[in-house]
């Protein structure tokens, strides 16, 4: 019975002869989901993403231990039974530190994003729709901040600052946005010159409703799939700036601190610092598998 | 033909002013945004409040921020960089000499990551869709992952410690320490101009660890690059024609195809050089190789801010530098765009 | 030289099963020039590069018979087909724009041609693509041979093309729409000039179309496809007793300077020819 309903839906979904808008709609999502279901590796990213996300969240609930609870008793010792992946140098559950650490991490991640993509977004559709001086202005701008390699950018800005987890995500704020300006710009010059637009602009709309509503939706996709991509470079950036000790600061469980705070450990516990290391490599292989595959499905031109 | 060309070509040429002049402003207004008292870093925070006026009034702190910038680009433009609290050097002096190593460093990367990365790229779409190229595919995605710290620490477990093939952090033995005159600042290139070959191979044996980590992540970057470019290129026209013309499927591949991306292929080899620049920040902190990615880290972690804007505006300029050059190079090089 | 094509079977997987776009051809061609006319689509092109194999890789290619010269095309190793390809037989394409090497110069790619088959050196092949060059009608063969593609217009390309494959002195040349690419008034010069070649050279010539009296005026026989098979095989003389409703379809769609038409025929479809 289940089967049968299924199969309908999927003919429904699939049929060449759509008899609606939403179902020609829907139906493409369905093949595009299928696609995306079909490349393993990128399913993979997927699940990865969306464990350690609720992992993270419920670090409160799964963590063992106290991430901050010293034992200065049993510090370094190896993994066992009662610490899954062994202890730091204070004697701390590292397993209970890489829950709690995942919070951090993917924390800042979510804060550069939600600043980030907007950011870009709007200076790129304001330069794009209004062209002229303003354009060539901001593009110069954007050209400026890509001209620094980005984390050496960030550390001055966080230096200058002070380190710490906001002036972090400020930092790769500002060094991560010139690309999704150049982005939004690009697809709103092509959507510009449309006779939709034409036509919304012959109704009276003002300038800033016809970004919103008309030109910002266009872009979105593209942007999707570069913010999947950036994000593993921002969790290896936020990393590398905790690793040099101008991101989280210790105690604070984030993995770059983590392993800084261990590195000196490498040789004789080489677990202590290595197992922060995996962390920071899954989590950033699994968006960058996950932003392949989205990619493969979004824009098979850029196979 | 020449003048779209040559028009291009001041276009590219009369930005880079703009540009240049647009990282002194960023690195300038960063270094005023501190929340450290250049004075008092200057005279320490017990000095008198008369010196530390006099001191204020010297550095044109008094001033509003236009004038104070303009202070700031008139020392520029003579090389004054100001004095680095740390090394008590000027900054400048500091940059000359730790400038080489980081250079040294991230030339072997380069060219291991292109001896690897370009032959793997070129397997992997000739083979698209087999076992070997997912294997290269996982590979170079791992390199777009792991944290290069991560990497150079394991690196250091496996070689220098468990194996004992690799020789430890830092640059050289110190017992070699200065027995080679610097002309070149390449430890490398120094002790072979001198005809000392047991500080050269020691050289290289500092160099070959830390260059072998820096070139795992522009490899992977190149690898991709090249899988990309081969695809498109071997789905031309002209690839049929050359099969049709009897040729071997090694001649094919390189000569044609991989002909036909060469070009394209140098500007990514400069722009992944200019990327290498922010691994050997991170790198040279670990092997603790004197460079300026050392020197960088080691002034942000004591608030010596002449220095940090110093060496930020240097691989600021050296990475405009080689993106200046990429385009220059696809422009003389590419017969089409000729 | 004679190619045996015995029924041949192409198919391309497909996200939804397998696609056929060669369904059981069967050709003899011998020391003669045959045509192979048919719309896009319809597996004319696959048929000829199929001689050669030059498919994509993605293509199942199936025949009870499929042979050069006596040679199995089906089984032979890779460098037997390289002893077929641009030695004993050579393939001009539709658009030179494409088909030339865009960073090599014309000269070097038809040294390349002439040093893969034979001893000559450097400077022996040089003067040899010159003296091509000149067989193919440039008259600034040296000029010529120093340009890149890019820089040659569209006649010249398809004339550097033919030099390079006449090169090595092929027994069979594969010429798939050669001129379709090109300018009305370039046409009938390049197709002229493949003539006379093959003709003094006593090569066989596959000339594919879309353009059956231009095909039946170069071609002693005619081969017409549709939509994967081979409807009708025909002495070119012999057209206009055509029987199969497609090639008189296909006939009746010209315009004529002898009779008076005020509107064009439209082919009407018989689903029965794709049976």
């Known amino acids: 019975m289940s089967g049968a309903t299924a199969q309908t839906w999927r003919d429904w979904l699939l049929t060449d002869t759509p008899s609606s808008r939403r179902q020609a709609a829907w139906g493409r999502r369905y093949r595009l989901w299928r696609d995306f279901t079909a490349n393993r590796l990128a399913m993979g990213g997927l699940v990865v993403v969306v464990v350690l996300m609720l992992a993270s969240m419920l670090a409160p609930v799964l963590a063992p231990y106290d991430p901050g609870i010293q034992n200065l008793a049993n510090r370094l010792a190896r993994p066992s039974a009662a610490h899954w992946l062994g202890t730091d140098e204070l004697g701390r559950d590292i397993l209970s530190r890489i829950l709690f650490g995942g919070q951090v991490t993917l924390g800042m991640v979510v804060a550069v994003v939600i600043m980030v993509a907007p950011l870009g977004l709007a200076i790129g559709c304001i330069a794009g729709y209004f062209g002229g001086t303003l354009d060539r202005v901001l593009m110069r701008v954007t050209d400026v901040f890509l001209s620094f390699p980005r984390l050496i950018l960030a550390l001055a800005f966080v230096a200058a600052i002070k380190p710490g987890v906001t002036s972090a995500v400020f930092a790769i704020v500002l060094t991560a946005w010139p690309p999704y300006a150049r982005l939004a710009r690009a697809e709103t010059l092509t959507v510009r010159g449309t006779d939709y637009i034409a036509a919304v602009r012959l109704t009276g709309a003002s300038s800033f409703r016809i970004i919103l509503r008309h030109i910002v939706p266009m872009c979105i996709g593209s942007l999707v799939v570069r913010v999947t991509l950036d994000m593993s470079s921002i969790i290896l950036t936020a990393a590398s700036l905790g690793f040099l000790g101008m991101g989280a600061q210790p105690p604070s469980p984030e993995w770059g601190a983590m392993i800084a705070t261990a590195r000196r450990f490498i040789l004789d516990q080489w677990w202590v610092p290595t197992i922060p290391g995996i962390a920071i490599f899954v989590a950033s292989l699994a968006f960058n598998l996950l932003g392949d595959g989205l990619r493969d499905v979004l824009d098979p031109k850029q196979r | 033909m020449a003048t779209p060309r040559l028009k291009a070509l001041a276009a590219t040429a009369a930005s880079v002013p703009i540009t240049l002049f647009g990282l002194v402003l960023v690195t300038f207004l960063i270094g005023r945004v501190m929340p450290i008292d250049p004075v008092l870093a200057i005279v320490g925070d017990r000095a008198p409040a008369d010196v530390v006026a006099q001191v204020r009034l010297e550095l044109g702190l008094d001033e509003p921020l236009y004038v104070q910038f303009w202070i700031y680009l008139g020392k520029l433009v003579q090389g004054d960089l100001g004095r680095s609290v740390m090394t008590s050097h000027t900054v400048v002096d500091d940059i000359i000499r730790f400038f080489p190593a980081t250079m040294e460093l991230a030339t072997a990367a380069i060219i291991i990551a292109a001896l690897l990365g370009i032959p793997i790229g070129v397997l992997a779409a000739v083979k698209q869709g087999s076992r070997i190229d997912h294997v290269i595919r996982v590979i170079t995605l791992a390199g777009h992952s792991l944290p290069i710290f991560v990497l150079a620490l394991i690196s250091l477990l496996v070689f220098y410690a468990t194996l004992e093939i690799a020789p430890g952090p830092g640059r050289q033995n110190i017992l070699f320490d200065d027995m080679v005159p610097t002309i070149t600042g390449l430890l490398t290139v120094d002790s072979l101009i001198a005809g000392e070959w047991e500080v050269f191979w020691d050289a290289l044996a500092h160099l070959v660890q830390p260059a072998g980590v820096l070139a795992y992540f522009s490899m992977a970057y190149l690898a991709r690059m090249t899988r990309a470019f081969m695809l498109d290129t071997l789905k031309g026209e002209f690839i049929i024609t050359a099969r049709a013309k009897g040729l071997s499927p090694a001649r094919v591949i390189w000569k044609h195809a991989f002909g036909n991306i060469a070009v394209r292929l140098i500007t990514i080899l400069a722009l992944a050089y200019a990327g290498l620049l922010e691994g050997a920040v991170i790198t040279e902190t670990v092997f603790s190789w004197p460079g300026l990615g050392q020197y960088l880290t080691i002034s942000l972690l004591n608030a010596d801010m002449n220095a940090v804007l110093g060496a930020t505006l240097v691989v600021g300029v050296t990475y405009l530098a080689f993106n200046l050059l990429a385009d220059l190079l696809y422009r003389l090089l590419d017969p089409r765009v000729r | ?275």
């Open chain 3, 1 to 275: 030289m004679d190619i045996n094509i015995q029924n041949l079977t192409i198919d391309f997987p497909t996200a939804q099963g397998t696609s056929q776009a060669v369904r059981g051809v069967s050709m003899k061609i011998g020391r003669e020039k045959f045509g192979i006319v048919g719309e896009s689509g319809s597996g004319k092109s696959l048929t000829a590069r199929s001689i050669l194999r030059l498919l994509p890789d993605s293509a199942i290619v199936r025949a009870d018979a499929l042979t050069f010269d006596g040679i199995d095309v089906m089984r032979a190793d890779e460098s037997a087909m390289r002893a077929i390809r641009g030695r004993r037989a050579g393939l001009i394409m539709q658009d030179p724009k494409f088909s030339l090497n865009p960073v090599m110069t014309a000269g070097a790619q038809i040294e390349e041609a002439v040093r893969a088959h034979t001893k000559a050196g450097r400077r022996e092949a040089r003067e040899k693509a010159i003296d091509l060059l000149a067989q193919v009608q440039i008259r600034d063969p040296r000029r010529v041979a120093d340009a890149y593609p890019h820089e040659l217009s569209g006649g010249m390309g398809q004339r550097v093309m033919i030099a390079m494959m006449l090169a090595p002195d092929p027994e069979l040349l594969i010429a798939d729409e050669p001129t379709s690419a090109l300018d009305a008034t370039v046409q009938a010069e390049i197709l002229r000039l493949l003539d006379n070649l093959v003709s003094s050279r006593g090569m066989a010539l596959v000339l594919i179309s879309h353009d059956l009296p231009l095909v039946s005026h170069f071609c002693d026989r005619v081969a017409v496809m549709y939509a994967g098979r081979v409807v009708e095989e025909l002495k070119a003389a012999d057209l206009a007793h055509a029987k199969h409703g497609y090639t008189r379809g296909l006939l009746e769609c010209l315009p004529t300077l002898s009779q008076e038409k005020r509107r064009l025929n439209v082919m009407a479809r018989d689903p029965a020819w794709l049976a």
